[in-house]
């Protein structure tokens, strides 16, 4: 094999390289997520970490209309979601589920880089 052939594979091997999502969706949070961006006109969901709660950072989501400058996009079966592009390094390897029981129901977020959460559950510190 030729040098030249022996680059070009090696360099469609690094595009075809699978690479990892920043968040990951379970099987309960897309079936949600569909339920809320159905409707006449196409809808994002944007997610995104604010200064807020006892314990200083909380998650936000929002409506958006369009992808963001910097957005980061997550496409995960069928659902396209958002991630600020100031919040990605608190989110980085987080998991986003719906958790729903006979009081409340929610979505939650298992991240990896929290150090702490108040005793609600609803803000955390990385």
Do not use: H, W
């Amino acid at each position: 094999m030729s040098a030249t052939a022996v680059r070009a594979a090696i360099s469609l091997a690094n595009r075809s390289r699978l690479q990892k999502a920043a968040m990951t969706l379970t099987p309960a949070a897309v079936i949600k997520l569909r339920e809320f961006v159905k409707g006449p006109e196409p809808k994002l969901i944007r997610v995104a970490v604010k200064n807020k709660g006892c314990a200083g950072l909380s998650y936000v989501l929002e409506y958006a209309k369009e992808k963001g400058r910097f957005d980061e996009v997550i496409n995960q079966d069928g659902v396209t979601v958002l991630i600020e592009s100031k919040s990605l390094f608190k989110m980085l390897g987080s998991e986003m589920d719906y958790v729903e029981d006979k009081l409340s129901s929610k979505f939650v977020f298992n991240n990896p880089n929290v150090k702490e959460s108040c005793g609600c559950g609803e803000s955390f510190t990385i």
